[in-house]
Structures are given as C-alpha cells and as structure tokens.
C-alpha cells in the first residue's frame, strides 16, 4: 500500500514551458485535491475532485488545469508556466465518508519555473 | 468561503516545557478540525484532528481544544522533545455532501524545541 504517489518529485522549467504533475493513490479514495504550498502561506487548494470524471476550482485555480479520467489518478497540467508558479506541489486524497475523513498526502513535487 | 487564521507564527520553547497554537474560523458550517505536522523537505502528516461534537480530545502528549461559540480552536502539546520540531497546520473542513470536503489551513507555525 503506497498510499498517495507524486512525480516528478523535483522539476525546473522554463518561462512558457507546459508540465504535467501526476497523483496517484491506491487507498480506493473519491475525493482527490491539488494543493501549492509557498511560505508564509500556507496549503492553498488549486483544484479539486469529488470523483473520476469531475473537477472543481478551488482558491487558486488560474494558470491550471486538471483531469482526472480513473479515479486513482489525478493529473495537473501548467500550459504556459510563469515564475508566480514556482512552488512546492502537493496532492492528497480522503474518503468520502460521514463525518468527515481527512486528507492524505504525498510526498510532494518542488517546481522552479525560471 | 472560509478563512482560517493561525497564531503565533513562530514558537520556540525549551525541552520539557509545553506549547499551544491557536487557530481561528469563520464559517460556522465548520465541522471538522485536523492538524497537521510538516517536518522540513516531507509531507505534512495527521497528528490529531477533532470533529464539532467535541470539545476536546487528547491522544498523550497532544491535546486539542475546540470553541464553537468562539470559532477558535487549539493545539497543546505537553513535555515538548527536540523531534517536536516541526511547522504545524491547523485545517477546518466543512462536508458538503455533493461537492466534496473542502480544506482550509492555516499558514503555519514554526516550532523549535530547543535542548
């Protein structure tokens, strides 16, 4: 049991670049989420998912896209990476259960867009 | 939506001594509490979470405090050790039941626990 699974684990692109981040978890959860993390502030949810097929915008959305075609996989896309999107990248999942279940983490994708 | 605000920002106790975060909310939908541990370069990992039905739970050397008329809630940490240090996260999440459990955190404290 892996639980949830990020790569790349480190990325440097440059200005325009696009990337894809990919999240995968084996705990069978429906909800699946995109956090960035800068200092200072923060967990900031970009998107979000309440299962395969669906996505939400969270807080941060602009500069970001998301798909999530299997419900183990959740993948974030930057299609024209600026340097305000050099950040720590963290997905994490949880069950959809009453009450509330909490989330689960990777280990975390270190982006540098120079 | 919610907002969620943590205090102090940075925290620095000697060995032994104990620790308290506070955090605070604005939505009183609010109904789920968890806190977080965030050790440098690593995931941020569950160490104690409280639900609105409850006041305060404790789990040894960690307890947490919840005020829902206040909207305020508290991390205690006893008989702090080196290993406790660590940035912490205070979250409230709110169940919606078609849209799926939105987390809001706070920005984070900073702890050292010096020797």
């Known amino acids: 049991n892996a639980g949830v699974t990020q790569t790349p684990k480190f990325r440097v692109l440059k200005t325009g670049q696009s990337m894809t981040l990919l999240c995968a978890q084996d705990?069978?959860?429906?909800?699946m989420y995109w956090y960035r993390q800068d200092p200072g502030m923060g967990l900031r949810l970009i998107h979000y998912s309440v299962g395969e097929g669906t996505t939400a915008k969270g807080e941060v959305p602009d500069g970001y896209n998301v798909s999530r075609l299997k419900k183990q996989n959740f993948l974030l896309g930057l299609e024209s990476a600026a340097p305000s999107q050099t950040s720590v990248y963290f997905c994490a999942s949880s069950l959809r259960q009453r009450p509330n279940s909490p989330l689960h983490f990777g280990n975390g994708t270190r982006l540098t867009v120079t | 939506g919610e907002n969620v605000e943590q205090h102090p920002s940075t925290l620095s106790v000697q060995e032994g001594d104990s620790a308290v975060i506070k955090c605070t909310y604005s939505d009183s939908a609010s109904n789920y509490f968890p806190w977080y541990k965030q050790e440098l370069g690593k995931r941020p990992q569950l160490i104690i979470d409280?639900?609105?039905?409850?006041g305060e739970k404790k789990d040894q050397r960690i307890a947490v405090t919840l005020n829902k008329t206040a909207k305020h809630f508290s991390l205690h940490i006893t008989e702090t050790q080196p290993e406790d240090s660590a940035v912490y996260f205070c979250?409230?999440?709110?169940?919606?039941?078609?849209?799926?459990?939105?987390?809001?955190f706070g920005t984070g404290t900073s702890l050292t626990v010096i020797p």
């Open positions: 705990m069978n959860h429906e909800y």
């Open positions: 979250a409230a999440s709110t169940d919606f039941r078609n849209t799926g459990n939105q987390f809001y």
């Open positions: 409280i639900r609105s039905n409850v």
